[in-house]
Every structure is written in C-alpha cells, then in structure tokens.
C-alpha cells in the first residue's frame, strides 16, 4: 500500500466527486473551467519551482531537523517576552484543540457563545488588572497596542501640538514601532528620559513604561498629573503579572493601558503570537479601536454576548477609521484568559511573588559581588547589573551555562526573572558575575506606596475552576456552545476557512519552536531563521514577487508595510506630494484605514454594473490626480469574488501617472499555479497566511500578512525592530508571529506544486459548482468570462428581502438551524451572502448546505404567500434553542420538528445554539464589556 498524498486528504471532493461538480457546472475538466475563468492576460502556465510533496510522515521529519537547530536556552532577557509555564489543560484543550483554533472571528453571536465568554473573561482580567474601565480583546503585540493607545490619545487630547512624549526607559521594539507608525500622521515621537528631563510645553501624550526595560519601578504618579495639566493623555505599557502586586495605572490616573498578555501562559514563540491589550478609563471606550466583546440579550430577554460596537469600524467608516486593525490574538487572548481562570487572583499573586523574589535573591547576592553594582533598588522582575566594560564577557559567560542575559551596553546587564526561574539558575547567573560572599539577604524591595492594596479578579470565574477536573469541563463546555470546522463547513467569503491539518499544527507546541525568545541569540535560531528564508522564498515564487517579508502579524499589517514601502519608494525619488491613494468602492475596509494610516489621501474608484472596477471612472480620478498619484490598491480577483479582465489595463493606467500597484492577495486561494500577482503587473501585495496557506483563524487570529513587493521595493520592506537602520518597523518582533510559520511551511511542503494548482481549481470548482445549483434559487450577484465565478459567489437576497420582508440576517440565523455557520454577510454589498466553499469540503458537504439553501429559499416563498406571517415565522425567530423548542409553551404557526430540525438535519447530531437572536442595539445602548454577576443568568 503506498501512503496517500496529503494533497488528497485536504481536498476534499476525490476525482469521482469533481466529475459530478464539472458536470453541473458544464466543464469537461478543471483545466478547462479554469481555462474558461481566468482571463488570458494574467493567466501563467508554468510549473511553480517549489520542492515536490512530501509526505506528512517527511515533512514531521524534516521540521524535526528543523527544530533541532534551534537551541532552547534560559531565556531571562526579558524586554516584554518571558518564560512561562503554559497549564498543560490550556495547552491541549484551548491551543491544540480544533473546536477553539479553527473558529472563526465571532460575528455571528448566537454560534460563538463559548469563544466570545472566553474573551470577556480577557476584557475582565485586563480591566481589573489595570485599573481601568474596558479593555478590548485583542491586539497584536505591544508595540503595535502602544502605536493604537499613541493615536488615541490623539484624538482625544485637546493638547495642540503632535509631540508624543515617550519615556526613555521603555521597550526599545515598542519605540521602534511607535516611530514607524508615527511619521506618516506628522507626529513626532520625543524620547526623553524622565528621571532627568523636563516634559516639554506642548505635547499631547505621554507614554510610560511600568516597570520600565530596565526593570525600575518609579512611582510616576506626579508625572501623570503634569501630563494632564498640559492636557496631555498619558499611556501606561504595564506588565500585568506585576500589577497583580504593584499599584495599578487606572489608581495614578492613566487614561490608557496598553501591553502584551505573553507570560500569562502564551509561549514566547520566537516573537509571537500573543495577545496585546489596550485598556482605557471611562469616557474613552467609543474610541477605543479594535473589537470589543460586550454582553447583550437575546430574543428571550436572557443575557448573550457580542462584539459591541465599532467593531467592524473599518467596513462601516472606511477611510474614516481609527484603526485597521481587524484579525486580531483570539487564541492567545483565550489562552491569557484561561490562565488567570486557572490560576485565580490568589495564583497570580503568589506567582509574581515568587517571581519578584527571586530577582530580589537575584540583585542580593550580585551585592556582594566585588565590581558589580546593582542599578535600581526597586524592581520587579528585572535586575540591572553594572559591570563596567564587562558585560559583553558576563553575556557570553552565561551564554555558555546555557542562559541568555540582556546585554544593554558594554557596562550594564539586564536579567529577568519569569514563573520558570529557579533556584540553580540564579546561582548560575551568580557565578558569571563573580564570588557570591557571605548570606545574600533578600527581601522584597517594593515600598508600600508602590504596592496593590485592592482585590482584584473578584468574579466567581476567576474562583471557580481551579481543579484541572473543573478546568477542563469548563474548557469544554464553552467550546460547546460553539461551531467551528470541527462541526462543519464555514463557507465564509474572503475568509477562505480551508482545512488546518493536524500535522501542520503540531510542530507549534513544540519547544524549539514554542520556547526561543526573539532576541535569542542569532547562534541559537538558525533553524527559525532557515524556515523563515525557505517560506519567504517560496512565497515569492508562488506570487511572482522578488522579496517578501513574513513580519506583519496579520493582513491588516501588511497592508500598512505595503503602502509604507510605496510612499518611502517615491520620497526617495524625490516625490513626496504623491499621496493619493485610488481604492475601488468594493475594496475591504482595511484598504482605506491602512492608506490613511500610512498618510495617504483615499479617492474612491466607483465599480461599474458588472462589479468590476469602472474604468473610465478610473480615468477620471488619474487624470484629476495624476501628479499626486501615489498608488492604487485593488483586491484580486476582486472582492465580489470574480476575475476581472481589465486587471493589466489598470495596473498599466496606474503606472503611467507615476502610480503604484497594491494588489490585496486576501484572495490567493483563486490564483495559486494559476497566476501570479508579480508578473501581472502589481508591485506590491499582503498575503493572509490564515486565509490561503492554512494557518487557523483561532476565532479571530492569530494571523500572519506577509507583504511582498517586486525589486524596487524590496528596500522598503520592514527590518528588525532592533536593528537600528530605518527599515520600518510595523511588529514589535522581526519575524512577527514567528512561532505559527511551521504551518505554511508544512501545508506548502505537503502540497508540492502539483497539490497546490489542484486545490486552486477544486476551489474555484466548488464556487462555481455552488454558484450553479443556487442560482435557480437566489440570483448570482457577479460573474465574469462565461458566466463562471472565481473562488466565491455573493447570492442576491436583496429581491427576495423586498418581496418577503425576510431578510439576509433571517437566512443567515435559520442557517444556524440547519447546521451550518452561515456565509460572509452583507460584504462586500448590502444584503447579499457571500459564499466561499474553498477546496476542503467534500461534495456531500457542499450538497447538504446547498440543499439547506433551498429549503431555506422554500421556507422564503411561505413568508412570501403569506402562509406564514411576516413576524412569527422559522426564519424570524431563528436560531431556535434547545430550551424554546423544548419549552411548555409553543404558539407559533409552524410545528417544533421544522424549528429545530429542518430537512437534512441529522437528529443525532444536531448543533444547539445555546442563545436566541441577539439583540445588538440593546448591548450597544446599556455598554456591559466584563464578566457579568451569575445571577444574571439565573431563571
Ligand atoms: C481578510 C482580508 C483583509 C484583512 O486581513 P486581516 O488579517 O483580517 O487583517 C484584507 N483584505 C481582504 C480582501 C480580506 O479578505
């Protein structure tokens, strides 16, 4: 028996099915669909150069080899990112476990429950341990939590001025990210250290670090109320297992807390991902960018959760946003979240202790070590050690007892300690200093004016599941309450929700890739640094571009380094007007938040009848803004899911008014080994390694968006946040997410490039073989050459909504009824679904939710005659919940069976949403964004 492809394992439908789908759609072959679809001028018809499958035994193998040359040493660098012991019962049950990883981002309420609690759970944690009044769930990283709390403040100070005041003594990568978010919005960030230098007249925020990078804890209470006297908003970067001991920022008047959940059980992963937090005091929660999980009720008047309000901020106010940030840390922030579940306020508070002292044994001892000198009395974690013109040597010493140290200069060292400490390692770090004499003593050092006096993580959850038994049901439970691609197919447009195979995830949690700091030393990382250079060179070839750049932690990110390289490429050429920005009206809304961001001006680019980029509107707007022209960003094939002819016509318009090409690859899936964005004329495109190349959505990250651009970009592209040079920097690590990258490596590696074109057409297949059976049903919004759709549909409800009243968030709720998570809604046009089956589901799955469409447009002509009335009918009252159908009362016009089990609903295996419709105004008017009292769930 020869072993199968893997090829043929993430397909879903085998040769047999695709001949049944080519039939209905009207093709011989698949070759000859894709001949028929994409237009000739893009089409490339070589052999992508990758390395040929492997098979998933070779490439576990492999990726083993790869990890043995990545060394696991002491990490006790600090600078944000600490070691940490991840709760094995969080590990399996949240990180490796399907039911959590491939979620998706929670915009359907009702089927999200168990991630959206999760995340409350995350909100509450953040908000209590700060101080403040609501925190967000999540961002990105540190530094760019830092950059979003830099441009709040702005909008929210009545400061004049664009000085932002940045304390010298915070993380050097969060500066970094801070400059480079800065320059394109004209604010200029002024590193001051505060211990000697006087704030300035006019500045409209300040940004703190606590404790600071080199692990001071200053009491910055005077400089906060200075801040406000100037009518400056002040930014507290805190790390929140220290708060659990030190005064929180929302006590000395911080108006804004912003930081990274990693040590809260989140392996450092060679940079990430993890979880930042942004917290904000009361007054400022409408501002506060990103997605906020608030509690709402549902059509039964129980209490049931939601994203409250701007959370789709970018698709609603455009290039108005504040903001582009839409993928976001989900898992990690479920992790975060767990971990102060698990281990309770009483756990965190003895963890920090034992971690705090430590250090203070630590900096004890190194007192009495003749030539060492320690810096500050008052630490947490960190101990800064001067050695004048020594500590290169103590560095290296250490290094080769297996522990990293921070080398600050030649005279200081920096040494952090985590919850994985221990006793021998201090005495190792000891003896690379010198002699230990006499009995270190060693008390805590922090004074009583710096310490914690309130409770915090009061609510009964944080108390209630510390037993692994209890931990792990909870785990369960929640997980439950929601649907993932472990219950069903997710036929999300634009999302691509494909297959995460189970051996491209498990080399994550592995140590070599899950436990390397990301400023490890270089001799420590070559494995990392390998697998990086092999994806970045494959992806280049996959999209025809010269360089690529794996940094940016999500799509969003991407396209803000994208559009960073092509304003710096025309600065440099001496064009510093060119600031126009052309985004077609169906773009995302990233689009437009990431041009203003990267200090652009967004002119829109009207779509013609047909849903393609109307090209004579494009004349007019060149020609109004040729001489300012600095790029055009389009979605290919476009976000109405089709393959426009006109794409080198735009990309040679664009060119010749001096314009740059931004392709957004969101939509890969449809050109893998087909075409290549690179050579069709675009200079610069993100890809969404959480769309296309497997890496699961975590119910909303993490994600990974690397941006790739032909040559003359290439020296635009992000550096090392570190590195020193004026490479930007839009993450806080220079790998970015490093620690998911083994996925893409291995789906890559597993497809070969044979696998690859193959899943391009089975995608677009499936597309086109929904788009046939439903079109009979719901009209097919958009279609190009022949008629034939790319790897997505949109369905029209808009005439069936008019005519019945029955609407598409009717459909996509009954949806849920049938089993199914329901398509993209209302993106990118009101009122439509937009469907994207992708290469993963099989043909029964695609015929049981094509059926489900039917039925459902069946279900439509009964409101419609009038059969049933328009208010109380299975589609308006959908999601029916186990307790309604099995409640006493039943007085509606249709039978309990067709509420909860519609045709094709397997009664054995019936998915119940644990909550009805959710009512999301009524959340946005009463704003509830922490855990809520148990009684509010009380019958
Ligand atoms: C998903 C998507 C994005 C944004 O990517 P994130 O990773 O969510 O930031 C941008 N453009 C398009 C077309 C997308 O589908």
Same mark, same amino acid.
């Given at each position: 028996m020869t072993t199968p492809r893997f090829a043929d394992r993430h397909i879903g439908p085998?040769?047999?099915?695709?001949?049944?789908?080519?039939?209905? !759609?009207?093709?011989?072959?698949?070759?000859d669909l894709m001949d028929a679809a994409i237009p000739e001028v893009i089409r490339w018809t070589g052999t992508l150069d990758l390395p040929p499958a492997a098979t998933e035994d070779e490439v576990i193998a492999e990726l083993r080899a790869v990890a043995a040359r990545n060394t696991v040493a002491v990490s006790m660098i600090g600078l944000g990112y600490h070691g940490t012991h991840t709760p094995a019962v969080i590990r399996r049950n949240v990180l490796e476990d399907p039911a959590w990883y491939t979620a998706y981002t929670p915009y359907q309420p009702e089927i999200s429950q168990g991630r959206l609690e999760a995340l409350l759970n995350f909100q509450t944690m953040v908000t209590d341990l700060t101080g403040l009044t609501t925190a967000n769930a999540s961002m990105l990283d540190e530094g760019t939590a830092a950059a979003e709390a830099m441009t709040l403040a702005r909008r929210a100070s009545k400061a004049t001025g664009d000085v932002y005041v940045v304390d010298a003594d915070t993380l050097p990568q969060t500066i970094a990210v801070l400059?480079?978010?800065?320059?394109?919005? %004209?604010?200029e960030v002024r590193v001051l250290d505060l211990d000697t230098e006087p704030l300035p007249d006019r500045f409209f925020g300040l940004h703190l670090q606590y404790p600071g990078a080199?692990?001071?804890?200053?009491?910055?209470?005077?400089?906060?109320?200075?801040?406000?006297?100037?009518?400056?908003?002040?930014?507290?970067?805190?790390?929140?297992?220290?708060?659990?001991?030190?005064?929180?920022? /929302?006590?000395?008047g911080a108006d804004i807390a912003a930081g990274t959940t990693q040590r809260f059980g989140v392996p450092m992963g060679f940079g990430g991902p993890h979880a930042g937090y942004l917290a904000v005091r009361a007054g400022l929660e409408r501002m506060l960018p990103g997605r906020l999980v608030g509690v709402s009720r549902d059509a039964a008047g129980e209490p049931a959760y939601r994203l409250a309000l701007q959370t789709r901020e970018q698709h609603i106010r455009r290039e108005k946003a504040t903001s582009n940030i839409c993928t976001a840390q989900v898992l990690l922030a479920v992790m975060a979240g767990m971990y102060a579940v698990y281990h309770g306020p009483d756990g965190l508070r003895s963890i920090a202790t034992r971690v705090h002292q430590r250090a203070a044994a630590l900096a004890a001892g190194l007192r009495t070590v003749d030539g060492v000198e320690v810096v500050h009395d008052v630490f947490f974690d960190t101990v800064l050690a001067r050695v004048p013109g020594r500590a290169a040597e103590v560095v290296a010493a250490a290094e080769r007892q297996g522990i990293n140290l921070r080398l600050v200069d030649a005279d200081h060292v *920096?040494?952090?300690?985590?919850?994985?400490?221990?006793? +021998?390692? !201090?005495?190792?770090?000891?003896?690379?200093? %010198?002699?230990?004499?006499? +009995?270190?003593?060693?008390?805590?050092?922090?004074?009583?004016?710096? $310490?914690? &006096? *309130?409770?915090?993580?009061?609510?009964?959850?944080? $108390?209630?599941? =510390?037993?692994?038994?209890?931990?792990?049901?909870?785990?369960?439970?929640?997980?439950?309450?929601?649907?993932?691609?472990?219950? *069903?197919?997710?036929?999300?447009?634009?999302?691509?929700?494909?297959?995460?195979?189970?051996? +491209?995830?498990?080399?994550?949690?592995?140590?070599?890739?899950?436990?390397l700091h990301p400023f490890a030393p270089a001799n420590q990382t070559a494995g990392y640094r390998d697998l990086v250079a092999s994806l970045e060179g494959w992806l280049a070839e996959v999209t025809g571009y010269d360089a690529v750049s794996v940094q940016p932690n999500a799509g969003s990110q991407g396209e803000l380094a994208g559009l960073l390289a092509i304003r710096a490429y025309h600065r440099d050429r001496g064009d510093t007007h060119r600031d126009v920005c052309l985004i077609p009206s169906s773009a995302h809304g990233t689009n437009a938040a990431s041009a203003v961001m990267a200090g652009m001006r967004v002119v829109v680019v009207g779509c013609d009848v047909?849903?393609?980029?109307?090209?004579?509107?494009?004349?007019?707007?060149?020609?109004?803004?040729?001489?300012?022209?600095?790029?055009?960003?389009?979605?290919?094939?476009?976000?109405? %899911? !089709?393959?426009?002819?006109?794409?080198?016509?735009?990309?040679? @318009?664009? =060119?010749?008014?001096?314009?740059? #090409?931004?392709?957004?690859?969101?939509?890969?899936?449809?050109?893998?080994?087909?075409? @290549?964005?690179?050579?069709?004329?675009?200079?610069?495109?993100?890809?969404?390694?959480?769309?296309?190349?497997?890496?699961?959505?975590? /119910?909303?990250?993490? %994600?990974? /968006?690397?941006?790739?651009?032909?040559?003359?970009?290439?020296?635009?592209?992000?550096?090392?946040?570190?590195?020193?040079d004026d490479r930007p920097a839009v993450s806080a690590a220079h790998y970015g997410s490093a620690g998911i990258l083994p996925?893409?490596?291995?789906?890559?590696?597993?497809? /070969?490039?044979?696998?690859?074109?193959?899943? &391009?057409?089975?995608? !677009?297949?499936?597309?086109?073989?929904?788009?046939?059976?439903l079109r009979g049903h719901y009209p097919v919004l958009y279609a190009g050459n022949k008629g034939l759709v790319a790897h997505e549909c949109i369905l029209d409800l808009r005439p069936l909504t008019k005519a019945t009243g029955v609407s598409v968030d009717d459909v996509a709720k009954r949806l849920i009824d049938y089993g199914f998570h329901a398509p993209t809604m209302s993106f990118p046009v009101a009122g439509t679904l937009m469907v994207e089956p992708t290469e993963s589901e099989d043909l029964t799955e695609l015929d049981r939710f094509c059926?489900?469409?039917?039925?459902?447009?069946?279900?439509?002509?009964?409101?419609?005659?009038? +059969?049933?009335? @328009?208010?109380?009918?299975?589609?308006?009252?959908?999601? =029916?919940?186990?307790?309604?159908?099995?409640?006493?009362?039943?007085?509606?016009?249709?039978? $309990?069976? #067709?509420?909860?089990?519609?045709?094709?609903?397997?009664?054995?295996? @019936?998915?119940?949403?644990?909550?009805?419709?959710?009512?999301?105004?009524? *959340?946005?008017?009463n704003l509830v964004c922490a855990c809520p009292p148990p009684e509010a769930f009380a019958d």
């Open positions: 085998d040769a047999a099915a695709q001949r049944r789908m080519l039939e209905t !759609v009207g093709y011989d072959t698949v070759d400059a480079t978010r800065a320059e394109p919005l %004209g604010i080199s692990g001071a804890v200053r009491d910055h209470a005077a400089l906060v109320e200075a801040a406000h006297a100037a009518g400056a908003l002040v930014t507290v970067a805190a790390d929140l297992l220290a708060l659990t001991l030190l005064r929180p920022p /929302g006590e000395i *920096g040494i952090s300690c985590d919850e994985t400490t221990t006793a +021998e390692h !201090v005495s190792t770090v000891w003896q690379v200093f %010198g002699d230990v004499t006499g +009995e270190p003593a060693s008390a805590g050092t922090l004074p009583p004016a710096l $310490r914690r &006096t *309130g409770d915090f993580l009061t609510h009964p959850v944080f $108390r209630s599941h =510390h037993s692994e038994t209890a931990m792990l049901r909870y785990l369960r439970r929640l997980a439950d309450f929601d649907y993932a691609l472990d219950r *069903g197919m997710i036929p999300l447009g634009s999302c691509t929700m494909k297959l995460n195979a189970t051996t +491209e995830m498990e080399p994550v949690s592995w140590p070599e890739f899950a436990n047909d849903g393609d980029v109307d090209l004579a509107d494009l004349d007019r707007k060149i020609e109004a803004h040729r001489d300012n022209l600095a790029a055009i960003m389009v979605t290919y094939p476009s976000t109405h %899911g !089709v393959y426009e002819g006109g794409i080198a016509a735009l990309c040679a @318009k664009v =060119h010749d008014a001096g314009g740059q #090409v931004y392709v957004d690859g969101a939509n890969l899936n449809a050109l893998v080994g087909f075409a @290549k964005p690179g050579r069709f004329g675009a200079d610069v495109s993100h890809l969404n390694l959480h769309k296309t190349f497997c890496i699961p959505h975590g /119910g909303g990250g993490p %994600g990974v /968006g690397p941006v790739a651009v032909r040559a003359h970009l290439a020296p635009y592209l992000p550096g090392d946040p570190l590195g020193g996925i893409p490596w291995a789906y890559l590696r597993m497809m /070969g490039p044979d696998g690859l074109r193959q899943a &391009t057409g089975t995608a !677009v297949l499936a597309a086109n073989y929904v788009a046939a059976r059926d489900a469409m039917i039925a459902i447009r069946a279900e439509i002509d009964r409101v419609g005659s009038g +059969e049933w009335p @328009k208010g109380d009918n299975p589609l308006a009252n959908a999601p =029916h919940t186990a307790a309604m159908v099995g409640g006493d009362d039943w007085a509606h016009p249709y039978p $309990r069976s #067709v509420a909860a089990y519609p045709a094709g609903v397997d009664r054995r295996a @019936k998915y119940w949403p644990p909550v009805r419709r959710i009512d999301g105004a009524y *959340g946005d008017r």
